[in-house]
């Protein structure tokens, strides 16, 4: 099944990384999908209050 998701590096110190892997592991995802969960709750919660994020050349 093709995806239209990019991949790309993110580097993080050892005790976030363990963090993350712990509330993944609370809520039954990996750590790329809780990673994921986490930042798209994050944009979706800043749009709420701010409006919809454009990129700079859709303005």
């Given at each position: 099944m093709?995806?239209n998701k990019r991949v790309f590096t993110l580097?993080?110190?050892?005790?976030?990384?363990?963090?993350?892997?712990?509330?993944?592991?609370?809520?039954?995802?990996?750590?790329?999908?809780?990673?994921?969960?986490?930042l798209?709750k994050?944009?979706?919660d800043?749009?709420a209050?701010?409006?919809e994020?454009?990129e700079e050349n859709d303005?």
């Amino acid at each position: 099944m093709a995806t239209n998701k990019r991949v790309f590096t993110l580097r993080l110190s050892d005790e976030v990384f363990d963090k993350i892997g712990v509330l993944a592991t609370r809520e039954h995802r990996s750590m790329t999908n809780y990673i994921e969960y986490v930042l798209l709750k994050h944009i979706n919660d800043i749009e709420a209050e701010q409006g919809e994020i454009k990129e700079e050349n859709d303005r």
